[in-house]
Nanobody
Framework: QVQLAESGGGSVQAGRSLRLSCAAS?????MGWFRQAPGKEREVVAT????????KYADSVQGRFTIWQDKVKNTLYLQKNSLKPEDTAMYYC?????????????????????WGQGTQVTVSS
């Protein structure tokens, strides 16, 4: 069982930046960030294949968000720049030992076995 603990959420104005962190209790091959806004389905933000560093991003955040991992701390990060009101959501860290983050199912929340509790991000205009 892998435990994930997110931190770094908060309320910011549009155009500002935030960095989310996710501390993992064990190694997994794939990690990622998902988000869920009120009344909407959970959607992928970005994923990272740990062994090689391959990343994938949702079109809506490409060029604004960056995902990476500190391997020493076993902590996943999401740097969020140029935030928009539509980025407002609960952000979840996810992980899995399979290689879904390299496949066509990389964006499917159901493919990830481990989830954190989430951290709220609110962006005001």
């Amino acid at each position: 069982q892998v435990q994930l603990a997110e931190s770094g959420g908060g309320s910011v104005q549009a155009g500002r930046s935030l960095r989310l962190s996710c501390a993992a209790s064990a190694y997994t091959n794939c990690m990622g960030w998902f988000r869920q806004a009120p009344g909407k389905e959970r959607e992928v933000v970005a994923t990272l294949y740990i062994p090689t560093g391959i990343t994938k991003y949702a079109d809506s955040v490409q060029g604004r968000f960056t995902i990476w991992q500190d391997k020493v701390k076993n902590t996943l990060y999401l740097q969020k720049n140029s935030l928009k009101p539509e980025d407002t959501a609960m952000y979840y860290c996810a992980a899995d030992n399979d290689l879904h983050c390299l496949s066509n199912s990389w964006s499917a929340p159901g493919r990830y076995s481990y989830w954190g509790q989430g951290t709220q991000v609110t962006v005001s205009s």
